[in-house]
């Protein structure tokens, strides 16, 4: 926990202000971090070089290598789905904007021209599972052809703004408060989150923002500042994120009361499995 001290209400308007800019300039580069990420957006082979799709143990066999990467972003409700074809389940995808392709390829653990491997596209898919802002994902084989296998990448998204308020008495006082959270800012993937609360002792205000991918790394980076704390909490870390991550590390400098932990994985045989099976693409 943070270390309580005095600090202008300023600070945390700045981290917000800051934080939106930097998910906005974030906006102006999908385009070139996609393409520079993988050839994916080349063209697709024609019709008489595809070849039937082998099973994954031959494939992995004969050395067959990633081609192109297709994201499949899908928004929050499906309108050719009758279920889901409702005037406020349209309106809630025209509000939402959908989690950016760049941000997706950014998790993968494969890259085209790599080596096919079952492996890493399910524990692909499971650190995407992993993120709040998806409701699923799954990813699969879609095309063979010159050695090469094309995957698809489909995701997706869930509503992200969540408000709260929230009213109370206690010792003879109300207490009263409300908050706002964003999981998915402007579909890069980074939360923010505002509060105000009014209780016997103090009232509150808090900004904190973060990104579990910072600047399209494995290093999660969470700010938090308050109008009764110190001016910001800085705090980093990276998980466990794929079998063969050997170690994890975490870091609070300064303001946090500064400390850094590590863990190492006991045994190569430690694997870490999908909460729930993959939902068959539609």
Same mark, same amino acid.
């Given at each position: 926990?943070?270390?309580?001290?005095?600090?202008?209400?300023?600070?945390?308007?700045?981290?917000?202000?800051?934080?939106?800019?930097?998910?906005?300039?974030?906006?102006?580069?999908?385009?070139?971090?996609?393409?520079?990420?993988?050839?994916?957006?080349?063209?697709?082979?024609?019709?008489?070089?595809?070849?039937?799709?082998?099973?994954?143990?031959?494939?992995?066999?004969?050395?067959?290598?990633?081609?192109?990467?297709?994201?499949?972003?899908?928004?929050?409700?499906?309108?050719?789905?009758?279920?889901?074809?409702?005037?406020?389940?349209?309106?809630?995808?025209?509000?939402?904007?959908?989690?950016?392709?760049?941000?997706?390829?950014?998790?993968?653990?494969?890259?085209?021209?790599?080596?096919?491997?079952?492996?890493?596209?399910?524990?692909?898919?499971?650190?995407?599972?992993?993120?709040?802002?998806?409701?699923?994902?799954?990813?699969?084989?879609?095309?063979?052809?010159?050695?090469?296998?094309?995957?698809?990448?489909?995701?997706?998204?869930?509503?992200?703004?969540?408000?709260?308020?929230?009213?109370?008495?206690?010792?003879?006082?109300?207490?009263?408060?409300?908050?706002?959270?964003?999981?998915?800012?402007?579909?890069?993937?980074?939360?923010?989150?505002?509060?105000?609360?009014?209780?016997?002792?103090? +009232? &509150?205000?808090?900004? *904190?923002? =973060?990104?579990?991918? %910072?600047?399209?790394?494995?290093?999660?980076? @969470?700010?938090? $500042?308050?109008?009764?704390?110190?001016?910001?909490?800085?705090?980093?870390?990276?998980?466990?994120?794929?079998?063969?991550?050997? +170690? &994890?590390?975490?870091? *609070?400098? =300064?303001?946090?009361? %500064?400390?850094?932990?590590?863990?190492?994985? @006991?045994?190569? $045989?430690?694997?870490?499995?999908?909460?729930?099976?993959?939902?068959?693409?539609?």
């Amino acid at each position: 926990m943070c270390n309580r001290a005095y600090a202008r209400p300023a600070t945390a308007i700045l981290l917000l202000a800051a934080t939106t800019a930097w998910s906005a300039r974030a906006l102006s580069a999908p385009a070139s971090a996609a393409a520079a990420a993988s050839p994916s957006v080349a063209a697709a082979p024609e019709a008489g070089t595809l070849e039937p799709i082998p099973s994954d143990a031959e494939l992995e066999q004969s050395g067959a290598v990633i081609g192109a990467i297709l994201v499949d972003n899908q928004n929050i409700f499906d309108p050719q789905d009758p279920r889901e074809d409702h005037k406020i389940f349209r309106l809630a995808n025209r509000l939402h904007i959908k989690t950016r392709a760049y941000v997706i390829r950014q998790q993968l653990l494969f890259r085209p021209g790599e080596r096919f491997s079952r492996r890493l596209l399910e524990e692909s898919a499971r650190i995407l599972r992993s993120d709040r802002y998806f409701y699923d994902a799954w990813i699969e084989p879609v095309r063979y052809h010159d050695g090469q296998v094309d995957v698809r990448i489909t995701t997706r998204d869930v509503w992200t703004l969540n408000p709260g308020v929230s009213f109370g008495r206690s010792g003879g006082k109300n207490t009263s408060g409300f908050e706002l959270e964003e999981l998915n800012i402007l579909g890069t993937g980074a939360q923010v989150s505002l509060s105000h609360k009014t209780s016997i002792d103090r +009232t &509150s205000d808090v900004v *904190s923002a =973060g990104d579990q991918h %910072a600047f399209g790394t494995w290093t999660s980076g @969470p700010v938090r $500042a308050t109008s009764w704390s110190v001016p910001a909490c800085l705090r980093a870390a990276q998980s466990l994120f794929s079998t063969q991550t050997p +170690t &994890s590390w975490t870091t *609070s400098p =300064g303001a946090c009361s %500064a400390w850094i932990s590590r863990s190492w994985r @006991p045994t190569s $045989a430690n694997r870490c499995r999908s909460p729930r099976p993959l939902i068959p693409p539609r």
